[in-house]
């Protein structure tokens, strides 16, 4: 263990459980602290490993946000919107966030974006465009995409040119 850090027998218990955690699928600091608390850490010694679990590269905000949204873009289909949105609901700080939204391929989001819109329209049977228009940009706002990129979809699937 670094020099800089000093633990008990004890505490090294919860580093180890905490490491193993951190070594099966990428985390960020938020959830190893509230793992280390479920695990009846206190609040000093939580902060004392997740700070170790930094300075050991257990712990890497800048990457797990690029993998966070590479997996929920290509897995879940989300839009920046919303990947952004669950990110900052894990105490991630927002420079972090924008660095890795703005390493997201424009033209693989584009295309996702479009297989997800005409997918989806595909199911839409309203006898009304008004009502599958809409019903359309309400599901991929739910994706959180932003209404500028919706707009380009819906046109593109109602108004080819």
């Known amino acids: 263990m670094s020099n800089n850090f000093d633990f008990t027998e004890s505490e090294r218990a919860y580093i180890t459980k905490a490491e193993q955690y951190c070594a099966a699928n990428e985390q960020c ?3 190893v602290r509230d793992k280390l608390m479920t695990w009846g850490a206190d609040r000093e010694l939580t902060e004392r490993i997740t700070e170790y679990l930094v300075d ?3 712990i890497d905000e800048e990457r797990y946000c690029r993998i966070y ?10 839009g920046r919107l919303k990947i ?4 900052r609901s894990k105490r991630i700080d927002n420079a972090t966030i924008e660095k890795a ?7 693989q989001y584009s295309v996702i974006l479009q297989s997800l819109a005409e997918t989806k329209s595909r199911t839409l ?3 009304d465009i ?8 309400s599901y991929l706002s739910s994706h959180g995409f932003t209404i500028g990129e919706i ?3 819906v046109r593109a699937i109602y108004d080819p040119q």
Do not use: G, T, V
């Open 29 to 31: 600091r938020s959830a």
């Open 130 to 137: 008004r009502k599958r228009r809409n019903k359309l940009s």
């Open 56 to 58: 050991q590269s257990f």
């Open 151 to 153: 707009e380009s979809a």
């Open 84 to 87: 952004a949105y669950q990110l």
């Open 125 to 127: 049977k309203d006898e």
């Open 69 to 78: 949204c590479d997996s929920k873009l290509h897995l879940q289909k989300w």
């Open 101 to 107: 939204l703005s390493n997201i391929d424009e033209e």
